[in-house]
């Protein structure tokens, strides 16, 4: 975290001299060791933080991917002819461990077009969708495979 901080400081900066990295040095470092008895932060909690940015953004690719997905099924129901469309509101239950886990879940499904999480209670969800396919193999996709990886 320190090293993120102190890239930070010298970013915002935006010039780099002897007394900018000097008086940079020293209030990240007591900014860092504010947060770590703060809010019980570790350098172990840092490393693993470090090691989960490659999982965090190949979640946002397939994220992006879903978004992209759903926005072509929303097109393809407004353009229909016969716009039979099944509104449907699916329950499911996940076993992701962690709150952090289930809030990523829930607003991932909320950010992909024509569904929504209207409920989440511990390990249920509860989403409404425009059509049957969007939800579809949520449980076991490669979104929900991602944050459990996220939560090891």
């Not at 320190?2 to 007394?19: A, D, H, K, P, R």
């Not at 860092?32 to 350098?43: Q, V």
């Not at 989440?120 to 409404?128: I, M």
């Amino acid at each position: 975290m320190y090293l993120l901080l102190f890239c930070l400081w010298l970013i915002l900066n935006g010039s780099v001299t002897l007394e900018i990295v000097l008086f940079g040095a020293a209030i990240t470092a007591a900014v860092g060791l504010l947060s770590y008895a703060l809010f019980g932060y570790t350098p172990k909690k840092d490393l693993r933080f470090l090691r989960r940015i490659p999982l965090f953004a190949a979640y946002l690719c397939v994220l992006v991917f879903e978004i992209v997905r759903s926005n072509v099924v929303m097109i393809r129901l407004i353009w229909r002819r016969h716009r039979k469309v099944q509104k449907n509101l699916v329950v499911f239950d996940t076993d992701l461990k962690t709150r952090f886990g289930r809030f990523l879940l829930a607003n991932s499904i909320t950010l992909t077009p024509g569904t929504i999480t209207v409920r989440v209670e511990e390990n249920r969800f509860t989403v409404h969708c425009m059509s049957r396919d969007m939800i579809d193999g949520i449980n076991d996709g490669a979104l929900v495979k991602l944050i459990r990886k996220m939560e090891a």
